[in-house]
């Protein structure tokens, strides 16, 4: 199973809340330690509150005492006492009280919440003064003989007074701010993402940019941006060869086909011109890889009409010779896109041969030209399987073994259609054959320059 891929804003935020959550959890254990040492000669607040809610009236309107389990559990203090008055004067002790005390029980009444710590004995020189308010009215209370428990009882006192009444709105405004200021300053490693989504090969010189980028992202902008130089020299370095290497073929393929023009006229010689023309047609696709490699010169109107007219008037003899019929189909009004004249040529030339090569030797190859901007090449062959549709673009790759073509020229027309941003698809017609359907954008408004 992949493991879930949580994005950078939501671990800075939740490691921010986390190391908050321990600073708090570390300041509430240093302030409790310091608590513990210095008020250990005080009243355990939770003695305190116990004795308090014990105290209750009897049937007889005396003070009394309820056995409740935190009653009960104060036998861990064996020397805790108090001295329980309420309005009326009707009073409730427990426990011997020291004489230095005593004095404070007739003004008890008088007193508020308050406490005495003790630097020494705590047991008996601790006392704590408190008032509650008990339903049958309040009553006033001097508990002593409890020192405090430590920290843990500091840290719980502590935790329950300001716990959630710091930490939580600190971690709210951290979940609502962190996320929103993380945004925001990674605002330019999303701009350098979109910058990376458009590069492709046909735009090697293009580089990720290091501005409004946090200094720790730098570094991996600049190495990729090297990565993709080196790329791009690496690319021209390829193109160089293909270049060097289809101009070197051109001399000795011309001679060679002179020299097998010298031949006696038979089946061999006949065999071996057609592989000298197998061979110049790879040199000359090799040719137009490479200038495709470059950019267009700039794009200027053309009339896709007047391409598919042009193609049909030059190809039509080889058509013809080869068994075929040529028809061109759609309307007289121009249909304009910005383009290159001769590579749109170049890519309708190889749809044609391509129909002539796998379209059967028999029937009308068409040729279908779009008010919407579309160039259709159609023939009535086998067609192509559907799970081969995608593959036959690919450079060298046939579906059957064959000494026609060189296995470029249907990689050619996709390299021409994505330099002009369009598309080609291929689909089988219903009845038999297949349609090469190349998708261009059309000029939204004709510019002043005449359409070739």
Wanted: with cysteine; glycine share 8%; hydrophobic share 50%.
């Amino acid at each position: 199973m992949a493991r879930r891929r949580r994005s950078l804003v939501f671990k800075l935020t939740a490691s921010l809340m986390g190391f908050q959550l321990v600073i708090f959890v570390l300041v509430l254990t240093g302030i409790s330690w310091v608590i513990a040492v210095k008020s250990a000669g005080s009243v355990d607040e939770s003695v305190v509150a116990a004795v308090a809610k014990s105290i209750e009236l009897d049937a007889q309107g005396h003070l009394v005492q309820a056995n409740t389990a935190e009653v009960r559990a104060l036998e861990s203090f064996p020397t805790v006492w108090f001295v329980a008055r309420d309005g009326a004067g009707r009073e409730l002790r427990r426990g011997p009280v020291p004489p230095h005390i005593e004095g404070l029980v007739s003004v008890l009444p008088s007193l508020g919440d308050s406490g005495i710590w003790a630097r020494h004995n705590p047991a008996v020189f601790a006392t704590r003064v408190a008032v509650h308010d008990a339903p049958f009215g309040p009553v006033y209370l001097l508990v002593g003989g409890a020192p405090t428990q430590g920290i843990w009882a500091a840290f719980t006192l502590l935790f329950s007074a300001f716990g959630l009444q710091l930490m939580l709105p600190l971690l709210l405004v951290t979940l609502c701010f962190i996320p929103w200021l993380a945004r925001r300053a990674l605002a330019g490693v999303a701009r350098t993402a979109r910058q990376a989504e458009a590069i492709n090969i046909r735009k090697r010189d293009a580089r990720l940019g290091e501005e409004d980028l946090p200094t720790e992202i730098q570094p991996l902008v600049r190495a990729v941006n090297e990565a993709l130089t080196r790329l791009s020299q690496d690319y021209d370095a390829r193109d160089r060869f293909l270049a060097d290497a289809a101009h070197e073929l051109r001399a000795p393929i011309a001679i060679l086909e002179a020299r097998v023009g010298l031949l006696v006229s038979g089946s061999a010689r006949a065999r071996v011109l057609a592989d000298v023309s197998r061979l110049s047609n790879l040199a000359e696709a090799l040719l137009d890889l490479q200038r495709l490699g470059r950019k267009l010169s700039d794009l200027k109107p053309v009339n896709l009409r007047a391409v598919a007219h042009q193609v049909t008037t030059d190809m039509a003899p080889l058509v013809l010779s080869a068994g075929y019929e040529i028809e061109v189909n759609g309307g007289d009004a121009p249909v304009l896109v910005a383009g290159d004249r001769l590579a749109l040529g170049r890519a309708l030339i190889n749809l044609v041969q391509n129909a002539i090569v796998h379209g059967g030797g028999h029937g009308v190859i068409s040729i279908d030209v779009g008010a919407n901007g579309t160039l259709s090449v159609r023939d009535q062959g086998p067609g192509v399987a559907t799970e081969e549709q995608e593959r036959i673009f690919e450079p060298f790759y046939r579906i059957q073994p064959s000494d026609q073509g060189t296995g470029l020229g249907l990689h050619l027309v996709r390299e021409i259609v994505d330099l002009h941003q369009g598309s080609v698809e291929v689909a089988e017609i219903q009845g038999g054959g297949a349609c090469f359907e190349i998708r261009l954008p059309l000029l939204s408004a004709p510019p002043a320059a005449s359409p070739r």
